[in-house]
């Protein structure tokens, strides 16, 4: 299958500051990537979809300013968790698909950890 | 609206038994179902996936589903179990492949001697 990577795999940061997680696809062209949160033994949840050279969909309940996406190639989207809390600490996963690929690839995850 | 409903929280089986774990969702259409496997603060491995065609899919590491759409279910199986399939499985949904898909709550697997 595909390869979509994802950096850092693990980060902390203090709160206040933001910091910035990478999602690549290394083979594929990716016109369409998916940004999902996974709380403490909770499902996933979609927080947005990002089309490349398009602005992001947010969905419901997900503020737009504090998670900012950014789709500018068709191999890299960022999300970009600005002024962090604690309460933003959780695990955040991409996932991305494109051309004629048949279905979503993800990324390994990005551990937040809010101190 | 779409939803997934795994209704086992937590499951425990011995080592080389069988194991089957459940899946229903609801859906207008006939959807794109998929089986994740997720070890402890690592990222999803896809198991399996149903698109069209043959009803009973097989995935990596042993895994089977079976898509009954008259039950509206995606049960994952495998014949025996070993203790490195301890982990968290999440059973998804979606339109297509393309898509973002639906997760359910997800199944913890433990496995014990």
């Known amino acids: 299958g595909a390869v979509v990577s994802q950096h850092p795999s693990r980060v902390i940061c203090k709160s206040g500051t933001s910091v910035k997680i990478e999602c690549r696809s290394l083979?594929?062209?990716?016109?369409?990537m998916f940004w999902y949160r996974q709380f403490p033994k909770k499902s996933l949840m979609l927080m947005a979809t990002?089309?490349?050279?398009?602005?992001?969909?947010?969905e419901q309940g997900v503020e737009k300013d504090k998670f900012l996406i950014n789709h500018a190639s068709l191999t890299l989207s960022t999300l970009t968790v600005t002024s962090a809390h604690p309460e933003d600490s959780s695990f955040y996963i991409c996932?991305?698909?494109?051309?004629?690929?048949?279905?979503?690839?993800f990324g390994q995850g990005t551990r937040l950890t809010v101190v | 609206a779409q939803s997934v409903t795994q209704p086992d929280i937590h499951i425990t089986v011995s080592e080389g038994a069988s194991l089957e774990l459940r899946c229903n969702y609801s859906?207008?259409?006939?959807?794109?179902l998929f089986w994740y496997v997720q070890s402890p603060g690592q990222g999803l491995q896809l198991l399996l996936k149903?698109?069209?065609?043959?009803?009973l899919v097989q995935g990596i590491k042993g895994f089977e589903a079976e898509f009954k759409r008259s039950q509206s279910s995606f049960n994952l199986r495998k014949p025996s179990v070993h203790w490195s399939d301890a982990a968290e499985y999440f059973c998804?949904?979606?339109?297509?492949?393309?898509?973002?898909?639906?997760f359910g709550k997800g199944t913890r697997l433990s496995v014990i001697a």
């Open positions: 996932s991305a698909s494109g051309g004629t690929i048949g279905e979503a690839f």
């Open positions: 083979d594929f062209q990716a016109t369409t």
């Open positions: 990002s089309n490349e050279g398009s602005k992001a969909t947010y």
């Open positions: 859906y207008g259409a006939t959807p794109y």
């Open positions: 149903y698109f069209s065609g043959d009803t």
């Open positions: 998804a949904v979606g339109p297509s492949g393309n898509t973002p898909l639906v």
